[in-house]
């Protein structure tokens, strides 16, 4: 999979080198691009952005230097794209699972109040255009939202992880959360490891862990419970 960014903050990607990621990248699973949007300007002052018609606070992103960075980096090669913006769609587990398959991903990076709309509305003419969001709160610009949709991301790409199997096990895989995890010692600081899971019994092992993942799920998002396809629950977890 080849990744691009396009950002006035390059520095702030620098986190995607490090690490699990930077290993991928390192092995060759993953090519990464960090472009600097004011490479694309031309004036002294290197502006990216103006202020809105119809008044306004803050800043809007400057279509012009964003068609010639796109131009540049999308070229011909089909890609798909991602803006990030607290007005996006929900980035979810499906999401990163359906973009894993993608072999392009370019990611334009808007600060101030986003992006001229009609950056979108052009690019949607050549490729698949996603406006995502990470959460129901506003960061100053995508950079920080770029970090987590890539690593959510190239996790799921195969010879990234460890332990591929784990990619299955996440969090919403199943659609539900994953319940609590114990490792060595068996007692810490009074607090001992669950009985059933050093019984040696799979099958009770994999009940209590079910179990425990509908309580955490009721508990802390009764959403993805009622989102659960009628066929998820068996009868022993309706039981539960
Ligand atoms: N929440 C956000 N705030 C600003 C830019 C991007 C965002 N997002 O979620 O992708």
């Known amino acids: 999979m080849r990744i691009d960014v396009v950002t006035i ?4 990607l620098a986190p995607l080198r490090e690490a699990l990621l930077g290993r991928a990248i390192e092995a060759g699973l993953v090519e990464l691009g960090v472009h600097d949007l004011r490479d694309w300007t031309h004036d002294v002052h290197q ?9 306004g606070p803050g800043m809007v992103m400057r279509p012009q230097v964003w068609g010639e960075a796109l131009d540049a980096v999308l070229g011909e090669e089909p890609a ?5 913006t607290p007005a996006g769609r929900p980035f979810t587990q499906a999401t990163a699972q359906a973009w894993a398959a993608e072999e392009r991903l370019v990611f334009a990076c808007g600060r101030y109040e ?16 996603d406006e995502v ?16 949709m890539v690593e959510a991301v190239v996790r799921l790409l195969p010879g990234v992880l460890g332990n591929p199997v784990s990619a299955q096990e996440d969090s ?13 010692p068996v007692s810490w600081r009074g607090l001992d490891v669950p009985d059933v899971l050093r019984s040696g ?9 079910r179990d425990r993942a509908l309580e955490r799920t ?23």
């Open 218 to 240: 009721a508990a802390r998002r009764p959403d993805l419970l009622d989102a659960l396809p009628p066929d998820a629950l068996d009868r022993a977890d309706r039981a539960f």
């Open 80 to 84: 798909r794209l991602v803006v990030p």
């Open 47 to 55: 502006a990216v952005d103006d202020s809105p018609y119809g008044g």
């Open 201 to 209: 019994n799979h099958a009770a092992i994999a009940r209590w862990r």
């Open 114 to 129: 986003g992006i001229d709309q009609r950056v979108v509305d052009a690019y949607a003419d050549r490729g698949p255009v």
């Open 172 to 184: 919403f895989s199943d659609g539900l959360l994953e319940g609590p995890a114990y490792t060595r």
């Open 133 to 148: 969001s990470i959460g129901d709160y506003v960061l100053v610009g995508g950079e920080v939202a770029v970090l987590v």
């Open 9 to 12: 903050f390059p520095g702030y």
